[in-house]
T-cell receptor, first 111, second 114 residues
Framework: ELKVEQNPLFLSMQEGKNYTIYCNYS?????LYWYRQDPGKSLESLFV?????AVKQEGRLMASLDTKARLSTLHITAAVHDLSATYFC???????????FGAGTRLTVKP | NAGVTQTPKFQVLKTGQSMTLQCAQD?????MSWYRQDPGMGLRLIHY???????DQGEVPNGYNVSRSTTEDFPLRLLSAAPSQTSVYFC?????????????FGDGTRLSIL
């Protein structure tokens, strides 16, 4: 059974600090997605990672994918309050169209 | 451009009642899906469709039915509501099931079963 594990599940950061969120998955996949969700809101797409070694950056967020290790990371650089949200990774296995989400990482950035 | 539209936004049901959650998209996407979101569990796939007339089960399909008679619409039916179905339901769509594009999500339906 496909499992997607994120850690940490809760993260409280000071503004200006760096941190990394990890996403491990248990099956072969060539598509990994990162989404952001603000409280009470829908999900917003952040990154789509499609190959081993893929790296994408947008502002203070950078995502990478290692398909051999079945690991993706979301790195936060010099955090600001506006980044406070819940971040989800999601994986689509090679053989089915069944997208599986991690439990999410609730990020709080404090001044 | 409306994107993915879900109705209603909020609903309260009594145990045993049935209802249909509506989902429509105006992007001519082939792939549509339904998720439920429960605290601490992320989103879990209920059913999905890769095109009109084609549906398949996801991770948690029991107690739910779907149909896809048009490309635009993908309703989710609760046959006999149970308190365990209290959740936030999201509909999503993407160009194709094998698309490298991310899914677009609706605003969600918050459903409470008493």
């Amino acid at each position: 059974e496909l499992k997607v594990e994120q850690n940490p599940l809760f993260l409280s950061m000071q503004e200006g600090k760096n941190y990394t969120i990890y996403c491990n998955y248990s099956t072969t996949s060539d598509r990994l997605y990162w989404y952001r969700q603000d409280p009470g809101k829908s999900l917003e797409s952040l990154f789509v990672l499609l190959s081993n070694g893929a790296v994408k950056q947008e502002g203070r967020l950078m995502a990478s994918l290692d398909t051999k290790a079945r690991l993706s990371t979301l790195h936060i650089t010099a955090a600001v309050h506006d980044l406070s949200a819940t971040y989800f990774c999601a994986v689509v296995p090679l053989t089915v169209n069944d997208m599986r989400f991690g439990a999410g990482t609730r990020l709080t950035v404090k001044p | 451009n409306a994107g993915v539209t879900q109705t209603p936004k909020f609903q309260v049901l009594k145990t045993g009642q049935s209802m249909t959650l509506q989902c429509a998209q105006d992007m001519n996407h082939e792939y549509m899906s339904w998720y439920r979101q429960d605290p601490g569990m992320g989103l879990r796939l209920i059913h999905y469709s890769v095109g009109a007339g084609i549906t398949d089960q996801g991770e948690v399909p029991n107690g739910y039915n779907v149909s896809r008679s048009t490309t635009e619409d993908f309703p989710l039916r609760l046959l006999s509501a149970a308190p365990s179905q209290t959740s936030v339901y999201f509909c999503a769509s993407s160009r194709t099931g094998g698309s490298n594009q991310p899914q677009h999500f609706g605003d969600g339906t918050r459903l409470s079963i008493l």
